[in-house]
């Protein structure tokens, strides 16, 4: 099972047919939910406000924006049927536990999107009917034009008749009379998807303002807020590794390169050739502390990166992994952000090591390519599998940190193999 | 020799310039960034300049890109670039103009003072220099079967021949006779079907040619 941390849902893409299919069943049938909902809403409101001055208006008026709910609720199904990605219900608001009778019968009231729900049960009658007559003009023009011939007999023909072909000046014959029609039964036939997807599309977008744009709203702060939780995430994680690899690395390496030298310094007047010796391993020293700076700096951000770009990393990248890379960039790939490209390169730096450290692969590939605003980023190897983006190994973080970006990433890795990490990215 | 040494960092500046004096060298001037380090050069054209590569600036690979423009100038003025890091895209821009005079090599590399030096004599003759690390990324990348036929020595005599080391100098630090490493190269060249070149940098650039595949 592939692994996904993930936000948002990308719109469902249908065939050609299908889409019509849906498309005019939501204009057709359409019109019956929103005659009802109309009725119901205008008469609930009606009585409603015209019984305010008793109390049991205000009971009218919620139950109307129950029903309101329940249309909008089966509304919404139709619309992200259209629009090919849900229309999210929105958290109405609940009555409290200890809230009375009055204030819980009321509580519909209180709701702002109810209000929504009743005003687009309202408004979505004109905007019905034209999807209505729309779907039914252009399916019977269309099929009743490109039938035509099959049925021109049964018409009566009397000769003072005078057809769409007459006034055309093209003349009064009945070959004139049935291509006439046939064309203009083609020209329907040809316009009817977009016609009919034009003016469902125009009710279900205006509905689905109203009645998810709350919920919509909702959603994407929520989404942001999970953005930031796992940037501040992957920052401390990040923040707490380089911390620890510097205290076991590099300090440790100076303490000791102080130590060595302070007898070196004792040592040169007793004994110089110990001395030499000394001095000599404090050079070793020296080359594997800057051996670890460097490893350790480029892990923070690594300078090929923002002096060259994507490409030329992920290739200097490539060049140093122990275990042979194949390196495939699409050359579209145009210019990216500077975060955008980090995060990439941080998902082929933390695959590829992850690769060489538990994997015991024998190949792997890399392949970046970019389409419709986003970058897709896949390192597969050929290795065992059963890698994981489970708190403790090393993906965790990398999960974090292209979640931070707003993207998502999905490991791919049964137990015997192969392994597949694909990191989509957005960018402008 | 004049040298002119360029490197933002004043501390490691005085260091080569105080490790420069020491071994009988003239630093005839020290500059901190790109554009200093192009009209020190043009005006004074040095025996070998030392230059660094992030540098103001720009604080990217400034000295990388003020070598290239200094030698498109005064064509095989000899330079050794030193750098934090080594990245085979880098060698690759210093070496295209292919007319030798070239070095590059990391930073922690003067520590060995001696061949550090040598090193510099070696890119002021017309020599070119290569940092065992950016060979290595070379020899490791290319996995092929013609560097498979290769013994082992012999895989070790071509890293050297790609760090731009002489034959002499080969001899030395694998500890064997002139003669060996002679039969070793004649043997790489021969497996590796390269032409024979007695000229040092062309020699280099036809290690490095193949071994970029």
Known sequence: MPQTSSLGHAPVKRGFIRQLGVDTVYSIFGLVLAVMSFTLIITGLALGIGLLITVIGFAVLALTMLIARGLADMHRIGIGGVLGRPSPRPAYRKSQPGDGWFRKTLSPLRDPQSWLDVLAGIIDLPFAIFAFVVAVVWWAAGLGGITYGLWDWSLPHPPDNKNLNDFLGLGHSAAARIWTNEVIGVIFVL????????????????????????????????????????????????????????????????????????????????????????????????????????????????????????????????????????????????????????????????????????????????????????????????????????????????????????????????????????????CE | MRVIVADDAVLLREGLIRLLSENGHEVVAAVGDGPSFVSACLALTPDVSIVDVRMPPSHTDEGLRAAVTVRQSLRGSPILVLSQYVEVSYADDLLADRAGAIGYLLKDRVAEVADFLDA??????????????????????????????????????????????????????????????????????????????????????????????
């Open chain 2, 120 to 213: 510099l004599t070696r890119v002021a003759a017309g020599g070119t220099v290569l940092d065992p690390e950016v060979v290595g990324q070379l020899v490791v990348r290319r996995g092929r079967a013609p560097l498979d036929s290769l013994t082992p020595r012999e895989r070790e005599v071509l890293s050297l021949m790609a760090e731009g080391k002489s034959n002499t100098a080969i001899a030395r630090q694998l500890v064997v006779t002139d003669g060996a490493v002679e039969k070793h190269v004649k043997n790489i060249f021969t497996k590796l079907d390269l032409p024979p070149d007695e000229e040092q940098h062309r020699r280099v650039l036809a290690v490095l040619t193949y071994l970029r595949g």
């Open chain 1, 191 to 426: 316009t009817l998807p977009f016609a009919i997807r034009g003016a469902a599309m125009l009710r279900a977008i205006i509905a689905r303002a109203l009645l998810s744009g709350i919920a919509e709203m909702r959603h994407q702060i929520v989404g942001l807020q999970e953005q930031n939780k796992a940037a501040a995430s992957a920052e401390v994680t990040a923040l707490r590794r380089l911390e620890r690899d510097i205290h076991d690395g590099p300090q440790q390496r100076l303490v000791r390169l102080a130590m060595d030298l302070g007898r070196a310094k004792q040592q040169l007047d007793s004994d110089p050739v110990a001395a030499r010796a000394t001095i000599e391993e404090a050079l070793g020293q020296t080359r594997e502390t800057l051996d670890e700076l460097r490893a350790l700096s480029r892990g923070i951000a690594p300078p090929i990166l923002a002096d060259r770009g994507l490409e030329s990393a992920l290739d200097a990248l490539a060049g140093r992994n122990p275990v042979p890379v194949d390196l495939a960039i699409a050359p579209n790939l145009g210019k990216l952000t500077a975060s955008v490209e980090t995060t990439a390169y941080f998902v082929v730096a933390e695959a590829l090591t992850n690769t060489a450290k538990h994997s015991a692969a024998q190949a792997c590939t890399v392949t970046v390519a970019r389409n419709a605003g986003l970058v897709g980023v896949v390192v597969t190897d050929d290795g065992q599998g059963g890698a994981h983006v489970a708190k403790g190994h090393g993906l965790a973080g990398l999960a974090d940190r292209v979640r931070a970006a707003g993207g998502t990433l999905t490991v791919t890795s049964p137990i015997g193999g192969p392994t597949e990490i694909c990191a989509e990215l957005p």
